[in-house]
């Protein structure tokens, strides 16, 4: 009989993701020097115009005063969520976002939270408006390759596990997510690259060598092959 194909290993947790350094204050603009005021021009005649809605202004975005307000309240929330205080940590990132929606680590820190307890369509939400707003980094990839790997949804996992890897090739704990999704998928060719490129990565080199050396075994046993690519 051949042996039972391993079980796979959980994906490490997710991780807070540190603050960005707060942003200078600006400095004081002078007051302009008063401009004269023109004489007064006679009023034209009123003309009437058609009954239309009220036209609605765009939303403003936050004020210096209440990004930096913002930025102090996230930087307080994971102070809170790093000392065993979720619920808290949680409603602090909202009245952050509610400042300025435009903060992308709030967005990915309260994201990482609620996908911590579970609430893993919400915590989606903020997870993408986070790479949306910045697709730079790789770790709030990574959070949403997990959320949707804990959801048991391994194709979206795989996207999102294989953009944090490109984001940062160092990052051994993406590569190793990515050929573990990838062997669950039937993927073993590009399961293979993934375990190969975690191997470069010390604090993952070993699971990713024993997870390697299983991939091989299957494929070199009687009902293994090849592998989807």
Known sequence: EPEPVPELEPVPELEPVPEPEPMPT???VPEPEPVPEPEAEPEPEPVLEPDTAE?????????IEGAARAQQLSRDALALARAGNPTEAESVWREALRLDDGLASAHANLGAALAA?????????HLRRAVHLDPSRPRWHYNIGRVYYDMGDLESARLAFQEASGC???FGAAHLALGMVCEALGRTGQARTAYGAALAC????DAA??????????ADSPEGGSGGQ
């Not at 036209?55 to 004020?63: D, I, M, S």
């Not at 579970?118 to 915590?123: I, P, T």
């Not at 010390?202 to 080199?205: K, M």
């Not at 060598?209 to 299957?218: C, I, K, N, P, Q």
């Open 117 to 125: 307890r579970g609430a893993h369509e919400e915590a989606l939400e």
């Open 55 to 63: 036209a609605v202004a765009p939303p403003a975005g936050p004020t």
């Open 202 to 205: 010390a604090d993952v080199a």
């Open 26 to 28: 600006l400095e004081p």
């Open 168 to 170: 940062d090739p160092g």
């Open 209 to 218: 060598a024993v997870r390697l050396a299983a991939v091989d075994s299957s």
